[in-house]
């Protein structure tokens, strides 16, 4: 079973896929809205289900066919933006085949410039090709999580003595909107689920995080402490 059928048998991805991307085509109009709408978006399904949902479980801040305007004075439509409080996030998805077999080389140099202005603009831009989203998703899963967080976590933790992988557990906390769990933390990680609980714990104990209480007592998960630990 590949990623995809892992995850399309989720209900709760579906449910959440579904919801979004109804959410986005009623908050666009014209161009963006045929884009949402009408056009096969297989490819950038594939990355949702592949590559997003894995790592974080949710969609918030993530724009699909995200809409701006391009050097030229006319409208251009990145496959998604990812934007949040102090950095804006492009995501390509290049289809070897398609993206490239019939592009020019005025296209090809004006889709250079493109990038290029989107630098200059201050946007950081990552490119995926389906390939590898389809054969290798877990590299790219720790491409976009090594990115955010190197930005969420340039402000280093104050006055607290962290290992490497607590900073990790800790910016990923940051990152989603949801408390941690064990299982969680080692699926996004890569770390076992007993290393994960481990770290949890000694987070809460240092008073990064805080533990939730369950209907059973039992805590399995973990809230981040935000912001008094961060140089602001």
Request: proline fraction near 3%; glycine fraction near 6%; include cysteine.
């Amino acid at each position: 079973m590949n990623a995809y059928e892992s995850v399309r048998g989720n209900e709760g991805f579906e449910t959440s896929y579904t919801a979004w991307m109804d959410n986005q085509r009623k908050s666009s109009k014209g161009e963006r809205k045929r884009r949402l709408t009408e056009v096969s978006n297989h490819a950038e399904k594939m990355f949702i289900s592949n590559v997003w949902w894995p790592s974080f479980g949710h969609f918030t801040s993530l724009h699909a066919e995200f809409e701006v305007k391009d050097f030229k004075d006319g409208w251009r439509y990145l496959d998604f933006a990812f934007i949040t409080e102090g950095y804006r996030i492009c995501i390509e998805i290049d289809s070897y085949g398609t993206h490239w077999r019939d592009v020019n080389r005025s296209q090809f140099a004006d889709h250079l410039m493109r990038q290029n202005h989107l630098v200059i603009d201050g946007w950081i831009v990552l490119r995926f090709s389906f390939d590898d989203i389809m054969e290798k998703p877990r590299r790219c899963q720790q491409i976009i999580q090594q990115l955010l967080g190197k930005l969420s976590g340039s402000q280093p933790i104050q006055s607290i003595q962290t290992s490497s992988i607590e900073k990790t557990i800790y910016r990923l906390g940051c990152m989603i909107e949801q408390p941690l769990t064990p299982s969680l933390t080692s699926t996004t990680l890569g770390i076992h689920r007993k290393t994960a609980a481990k770290h949890l714990r000694s987070l809460v104990l240092k008073g990064l995080m805080t533990p939730l209480q369950t209907g059973t007592s039992r805590i399995v998960r973990y809230q981040v402490n935000q912001s008094d630990f961060f140089i602001e």
